[in-house]
């Protein structure tokens, strides 16, 4: 049985991969356990045809780490002290 228990980094690392530090910060801030956080990476890598309808309360953890998840990698590209073109 999976534990239902705090994210911790590692776990986002385990299941979502190399993710910017900002991401990692802002996933763990969400406070969802490791079922919202593989929910939310399955919801992220689909498309319209292929992933479930998005019926997510707006408040649950999942649907905040899949907005994370989704967001635009422009933070990134300051982070790395390139900033916008």
């Known amino acids: ?14 299941v979502c991969g190399n993710l910017p ?4 910060t802002e996933i763990l801030a969400c406070g969802g356990d490791i079922a919202a956080l593989e929910q939310a990476k399955v919801w992220s890598m689909g ?12 408040e649950s953890a999942a649907a905040k ?5 989704l ?3 422009e933070q990134d590209e300051w982070e790395a ?3 916008p073109d």
């Open 47 to 58: 498309d319209d045809e292929t992933t479930p309808e998005r019926n997510l309360p707006p």
């Open 65 to 69: 780490i899949l907005d994370v998840l």
């Open 71 to 73: 967001a635009e990698e």
């Open 1 to 14: 049985m999976v534990s239902q228990s705090q994210l911790t980094s590692s776990d986002i690392r385990r």
């Open 21 to 24: 530090d900002w991401k990692i």
């Open 81 to 83: 002290g390139r900033g």
